[in-house]
């Protein structure tokens, strides 16, 4: 089944501008925090036009983050836990899997295709949201095969929509975020185990500000960019790549 959203053409960018509407959709996030870092405010527009939504969580988020000082008694699991759940009811999201794959390992983790493919089979998404197979955080890249294992001989049709994290992507798909840019800001600000490392909300937002530059004389100010392909598309995309990478390491000098 295909997407519902509106599409509209943008003249000044080879990208298409998309409007969510209420699709089923699925987020696969590696790490808690990626959600809403990659597709935060896209996800919040679904959610105010009663889409239903679901995001996975993969990984279980034991290395990344340090514990901020009123939750000391907690294991970092929980507390980045606790954040997501958080981060997901400030966006309007109710819905949430925790897979709980060791976090920087879940390409060692095959047998979890099993468990996404049964999710996949019962929700029936019409969207699937996950990091772009150009990301360079291994997570983000093992998703993808992830994915693609669980489809694997079976009937099922839905549109990728892949988001960037720390690999700016090339677009052909922008959401743009500037009326609820503030509730991305707040959903950012639930993860403060993350916060207290980086700034992520200062360079995720420019990042977002960033791709409003080419929609500018339509006084957009942030938006959300995404590569999105129907799953064959991407399915045949991802293995070429892989294809390649494979070409490239197999050339370099040991």
Known sequence: MKARGLWQVNKH?????WEPGDE?????????????????????????RGGEITVVYLTDGRYGGQIPPEAKS???????????????????????????AEETQLANTPA??????EILTTLRPHLVYLPFFWEEHPDHQAANQLLLDAVARENLHFDCH????????FPNCLVEITSVVETKRQALQCYQSQLMENNYAHAILGLNAYRAIALSDSGMHFVEAFFMAPLVEYQELY?????ISAAESSRRPS
Request: aromatic content about 6%.
């Open 13 to 17: 960018n080879p990208a298409l501008i």
């Open 24 to 48: 089923r959709v699925l987020v696969l996030a590696p790490h808690m925090d990626d959600e809403v870092i990659g597709c935060g405010g896209t996800l919040h527009r679904h959610a105010q």
């Open 74 to 100: 907690h294991k970092l699991t929980q507390v980045r836990r606790a954040e997501a759940q958080q981060a997901l009811a400030t966006l309007g999201i109710q819905n949430a899997l925790f897979l709980n």
């Open 112 to 117: 979890l295709s099993h468990l996404l493919r």
């Open 162 to 169: 892949a988001y960037e994290v720390w690999t700016p992507l």
């Open 239 to 243: 293995r070429k790549h892989q294809w």
